[in-house]
């Protein structure tokens, strides 16, 4: 028998430990939870991307009465940058949330496993790490590379 681990390592800050540029990209995250459609659960996540060139694409949880065909944040949002800009890698994508009682969470969440496997995707696509800052009033969490959201993970190599 062999045992493996996986070392994954999560780094929290303080808001203002940030560089000017992601304190950018968590303010769009935050302000995007306010063009959040949330009807069913009343849980509004925002989403914001920076690009390899610097852009910021924002988006949100978009819910549906047919609860499936609602998305995540961080789906519409990197398939927003993804569709409008196929060749550009994201580099940093900001994820931040507001409860039902309107605001933005203690704890940072944790994207749910389609969003990783998207991010996984995106990650792989471009040959880049995705880094993912979670937001949250008692500190972001920084994570290096989508990778790291998901081990033992299925991508297209073990189709070849
Ligand atoms: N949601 C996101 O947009 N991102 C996450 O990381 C977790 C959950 C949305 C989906 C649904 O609209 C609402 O939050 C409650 O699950």
Known sequence: MKELNVNIQFHLHAYDELSSLDRELIDTARQATYRSYAPYSHFSVGAAARLMNGQIISGSNQENAAYPSGLCA???TLFYANANHPDTAVETLAIAARN????FVDDSIAPCGACRQV???TERRYGHPLRILL???KGICEVQKATDL???SFDASAME
């Open 74 to 76: 961080e789906r519409t």
């Open 100 to 103: 039902e009682r309107g605001e």
């Open 119 to 121: 991010m996984l995707e």
């Open 135 to 137: 937001d949250g009033q």
């Open 150 to 152: 998901l081990p033992l």
